[in-house]
């Protein structure tokens, strides 16, 4: 035996207060530290690591340069297509136990990546940030040094 549906009771008129969003403060900017001089001792260490089916880069030795712990609340911001993770404590991400740093879904998707992508790590331990540079990103960077190169060579 099957019952009528019940009516549903919809409000006359929302009040235009309770319709109102609150205003979002605007988003603040994460800051991309300055690079110091890579050949410097205790300057940044860079790497160059595979991303995996789990969003995982696998080099443990970025996380441990940077002395990164299990349960370290970790920041990531995406600026363009390149990464940046800082330990802080408003951070939305944790730290795994295993020492690997995990890039989430929509991080890779933005960055247009997938498992088997490489990455240059560039870990910076004086700003306690892991700068992640997808390939797409250095293979640019390398090709504007380049031009730089032959226009010195040209003059």
Same mark, same amino acid.
């Given at each position: 035996?099957? /019952?009528?549906?019940?009516?549903?009771? !919809?409000?006359?008129?929302?009040?235009?207060s309770a /319709?109102?969003?609150?205003?979002?403060?605007a988003?603040?900017?994460m800051?991309?530290?300055? !690079?110091?001089?890579l050949?410097t001792?205790?300057?940044?260490?860079?790497s160059?690591a %595979?991303l995996?089916a789990?969003?995982?880069l696998?080099?443990?030795?970025?996380?441990a340069a !940077?002395?990164?712990?299990?349960g370290?609340?970790l !920041?990531?911001?995406?600026? =363009?297509?390149?990464v940046?993770? +800082?330990?802080?404590?408003?951070?939305v991400? %944790?730290?795994? /136990? =295993?020492?690997? %740093?995990?890039?989430p879904?929509?991080?890779r998707r &933005?960055?247009g990546?997938d498992?088997? &992508?490489r990455?240059l790590l560039v870990?910076d331990?004086? +700003?306690?940030?892991?700068? %992640?540079?997808?390939?797409?990103a250095?293979q640019a960077?390398l090709?504007?040094?380049?031009?730089?190169?032959?226009?010195?060579?040209?003059s």
């Amino acid at each position: 035996m099957t /019952r009528p549906i019940s009516s549903v009771s !919809l409000p006359g008129t929302v009040p235009s207060s309770a /319709r109102a969003r609150p205003s979002l403060s605007a988003p603040v900017p994460m800051e991309l530290p300055s !690079l110091r001089t890579l050949d410097t001792t205790g300057g940044p260490r860079l790497s160059i690591a %595979v991303l995996d089916a789990g969003g995982r880069l696998q080099d443990r030795g970025a996380v441990a340069a !940077l002395g990164w712990n299990t349960g370290d609340r970790l !920041l990531i911001t995406l600026i =363009k297509t390149t990464v940046v993770i +800082h330990r802080r404590a408003d951070g939305v991400f %944790v730290m795994p /136990r =295993k020492p690997y %740093v995990c890039l989430p879904a929509i991080v890779r998707r &933005a960055c247009g990546i997938d498992a088997g &992508a490489r990455m240059l790590l560039v870990a910076d331990a004086e +700003h306690d940030v892991l700068v %992640v540079h997808p390939e797409p990103a250095v293979q640019a960077m390398l090709r504007t040094f380049h031009a730089t190169l032959a226009t010195e060579e040209a003059s």
